[in-house]
């Protein structure tokens, strides 16, 4: 149950502040060229939340002088007391047609008595990786199995 609250959280917390961010950037993008003709375009925003912390988003895009091109966003939420959530998602073409997507999202909270925590879902052309931090401990679980990592002392 505890684990649903956080997603929910998670969810709530991200969309409502994206949704507010993206109404919120700059109408116009910055563009960069490339030496070799690609082009690369982006806008970012972070704004204080009312009671401590930040909140923000960025979405970019590009495309490579030899045919491949790609977009993606990202947001994040703090709350000013150590804790963050965050999420983001993108697209890849190669030049050779191939596409690739990911998605990621997460939330982690740091204090000076038990040190970092935190969980990341990572989804790869549907492979999926996740990473959890408690109390020194890391678990990494990827579509060919677990490792486990113990802190050192």
Request: aromatic share 8%; no cysteine; charged share 10%.
């Amino acid at each position: 149950m505890q684990k649903f609250t956080r997603s929910f959280k998670f969810g709530l917390s991200l969309a409502v502040g994206l949704a507010f961010l993206t109404t919120t950037l700059p109408a116009s993008a910055r563009t960069i060229a490339g030496p070799r003709g690609g082009t690369a375009t982006g806008n970012a925003g972070v704004v204080a939340n009312p009671r401590g912390g930040q909140t923000g988003a960025a979405q970019g895009s590009f495309t490579g002088g030899n045919g491949g091109s790609g977009s993606g966003q990202f947001g994040f939420r703090s709350n000013g007391r150590g804790q963050t959530v965050y999420g983001g998602s993108g697209t890849v073409t190669t030049p050779s047609g191939s596409s690739h997507t990911g998605t990621t999202r997460g939330y982690g909270s740091y204090n000076s008595t038990s040190g970092y925590s935190g969980e990341n879902t990572t989804v790869i052309n549907g492979n999926t990786y996740n990473t959890s931090t408690q109390d020194g401990t890391t678990t990494v679980t990827t579509p060919s199995g677990s490792r486990t990592f113990n802190r050192l002392r």
